[in-house]
């Protein structure tokens, strides 16, 4: 007698409709207290350069894939280089308080086709670090990820001996994957690298959590925070 056919193999769930995403523009994102831009040399070197200068010893650079510039004109050179690419497309912070530039982050990785899309080649300066505005920075480019082009999982990733970038990705809502041995060589010595992510069906509550942690009757007059990130995605 003819065999039974082999039973079907299982098969992930149907995303109905599905297209590959738009690249992300090249248009400004603002927030309450902060606007993230494309990153211009002409109008963001020299603020940069000047935040970073309080970073005297390098260390916030020492997990990025460049040396931190040692000049105004290095600085500015980097700028530029970084600029002129699409992917990954560079954008600065500018902290609406005094309208300076005060840190860099950027898309990357930008996987269209799977609608899955990285934030990478963070660099804050030192006042921006653990404040609102380095938080808003973050969600806003989530929300430009998820809310406006559809991506489906945005990836945050860093060297595993990393502690500040692991715990901040932890802080903004993203999930621990797992440690990739040996993924990259960079500055001559290797980098296991450790991967988070946001994937889309969990950015409601997440950015419903964001909403709230940055609504200003959350932070006193001393600008200090009433309750945490964490404890509003809790909530």
Known sequence: MPQDPSPLQPVGPPVPGWTARPMPPATPMAGRFVRVEPLDPARHAHALFEANAADRDASHWTYL???????????????TQKAATRDPMFHAIVDLADGKAAGVAAYMRIERTHGVIEVGHINFAPRLQRTRQATEAIYLMMARAFDELGYRRFEWKCD????????????????????????????????????????????????????????????????????????????
């Open 65 to 79: 894939f460049d040396e931190k510039p040692a000049t105004p004109e290095a600085y500015a050179e980097w700028a």
């Open 160 to 235: 595993h001996l990393n502690a500040p970038s692991r715990a901040a990705a932890l802080r903004f809502g993203f999930t621990f994957e797992g440690i990739f041995r040996q993924a990259i060589v960079y500055k001559g010595r290797n980098r296991d690298t450790a991967w988070y992510s946001i994937i889309d069906t969990e950015w409601p509550a997440i950015k419903a959590a964001y909403r709230a942690w940055l609504d200003p009757a959350n932070f006193g007059a001393d600008g200090r925070q009433r309750e945490a990130l964490a404890a509003r995605r809790a909530g």
